[in-house]
């Protein structure tokens, strides 16, 4: 049997390919890029939330955003941990995002302008990670399902939190449901943007279906996603901001209106609200930890020397 | 949502880039956690940390945030040896040597449970 061929009876028998297993080029690359572009999120996703630990309204939701911010590096960090089996360096990474020439998810280049976008971001885009991430824990690659299976247990209380977060706004004041309903207005069609182009538009789909890196088409994800949640919207007493949305009982499934393309290609091209500022912020935080990172090796370096 | 890399119109779709590094790095350490007494050590991931003291404290706030360990192990990756998958997978062959397996030997229903 050729490499090839013991590659290809792996996949064909749901087995895992593990990093010292012999695997094409591409799918190398594939997954080098995706899981990079993953990892890149779950960092630059900190900054949004970030924005209002200070200013989050008690202690105990300061706890709760802070726990969930910590979370988001760690899961960052499994990702990297799991693209660095495939032979690419962490650092390399981090470089590649700082000079642009990797992506991180778009959602993250929409500003949080108020308190309500907190519930808002855990009820929705994270309930739109976890919809792409269970299918990812049935990825082909076991370091990558594996990563997937301990994120989605953490993402689970990160949209428990933000819904739960929401019903105490919707059932406040006047004032605060309003507040609520302009984040639900502001976060939805960036969250229905998030699970990518149409299947008819979609580079690398077809090869990336067929190497059971991805389960389920970008179009079927978002059908689901929008089922899941426009119920939820109805508990809450909000609505969707879609005048296409509607029940259609022969499919079974919602019908809901078309995404603004164009903005869609302009926030992935770099020209949404946010993207200079992350990746200014990000450059930054990393520049600042430089001496950190020195001082880290040469203690290091110094009580080696110690022992020896 | 996708963690799929969208191509806008008109971008490159290489899969490819790499970049120049100028510094040192942390080395990678290899995370071995216990999940409670009772059970060995299981392989969890890495990371990176200039040494052995900093790499078990990011392993704890890494991969022990919600109690998931009673004890952890930390190894530099550069320690660890390994088979190739088919120096091991090709060792045995189950098939071939069926005495081995407790199943293959009959006994007779009236002896009870063996």
Same mark, same amino acid.
């Given at each position: ?8 009876? &792996?996949? *064909? ?6 990093? %010292? ?22 960092? &630059? ?7 209002? &630990?200070?200013? %989050? ?7 709760? $955003? ?6 988001? *590096? ?8 799991? *693209?660095?089996? $495939? ?21 993250f280049n929409y500003p949080t302008l108020s308190w309500a976008d907190m519930g808002t971001i855990g009820w ?25 299976? !301990? ?63 991805? !389960? ?5 994800? !978002? ?9 939820? %919207? ?11 949305? !509607? ?11 078309? &995404? ?39 203690? *290091? ?8 | ?82 088979f190739e998958p088919d120096d091991i997978s090709d060792y045995v062959d189950a098939n071939e040597k069926p ?16």
């Amino acid at each position: 049997m050729t490499l090839e061929e013991r590659f290809d009876v &792996i996949l *064909a028998a749901e087995d895992k390919i593990e990093p %010292a297993d012999w695997m094409p080029d591409d799918y190398r690359k594939t997954l080098i890029r995706q899981i990079a572009q993953h990892a890149h999120s779950e960092i &630059i996703g900190m900054q949004p939330e970030g924005n209002w &630990i200070s200013r %989050a309204p008690t202690l105990h939701r300061k706890a709760i $955003l802070m726990a969930k911010v910590q979370d988001e *590096a760690g899961h960052g960090l499994y990702l990297y941990s799991a *693209a660095e089996t $495939l032979g690419v360096d962490r650092d390399q990474m981090q470089t590649l995002l700082h000079q642009g020439k990797h992506k991180y998810s778009s959602i993250f280049n929409y500003p949080t302008l108020s308190w309500a976008d907190m519930g808002t971001i855990g009820w929705l885009v994270d309930g739109a990670a976890i919809t792409n991430q269970v299918m990812l824990t049935r990825c082909s690659y076991g370091p990558y399902a594996r990563a997937m299976v !301990r994120i989605c247990k953490e993402e689970s209380f990160h949209q428990r939190q933000g819904y739960e977060s929401l019903i105490r706004l919707c059932s406040g004041s006047p004032e605060q449901k309003a507040m609520a309903q302009d984040a639900l207005n502001r976060w939805w069609w960036p969250s229905l943007m998030m699970f990518g182009p149409h299947d008819t538009d979609s580079t690398h789909t077809e090869q990336s279906m067929e190497w059971k890196i991805k !389960r389920v088409s970008n179009d079927d994800l !978002r059908q689901q996603f929008v089922d899941m949640t426009v119920p939820q %919207a109805d508990y809450l007493g909000l609505v969707v901001p879609d005048r296409d949305l !509607r029940w259609n009982e022969e499919r079974g499934h919602y019908d809901f209106g078309e &995404i603004d393309w164009e903005e869609f290609w302009a926030v992935v091209k770099g020209n949404g609200p946010m993207n200079r500022d992350r990746i200014e912020h990000k450059v930054r935080a990393w520049d600042e930890g430089a001496w950190v990172r020195e001082a880290a090796l040469a203690h *290091a370096a110094k009580k080696e020397g110690a022992i020896t | 949502m996708t963690y799929e890399v969208p191509v806008a119109p008109g971008e490159s779709a290489e899969l490819e880039e790499t970049a120049d590094l100028a510094t040192e790095v942390w080395p990678m350490w290899e995370v071995f956690v216990r999940a409670r007494r009772g059970i060995s050590h299981v392989h969890i991931g890495s990371l990176h940390a200039a040494d052995a003291e900093a790499a078990l404290q990011n392993a704890r706030d890494v991969y022990t945030r919600r109690g998931e360990g009673a004890s952890l192990w930390v190894v530099r990756s550069s320690e660890i040896n390994a088979f190739e998958p088919d120096d091991i997978s090709d060792y045995v062959d189950a098939n071939e040597k069926p005495y081995r397996l407790a199943t293959t030997y009959e006994i007779p229903d009236e002896v009870g449970h063996m």
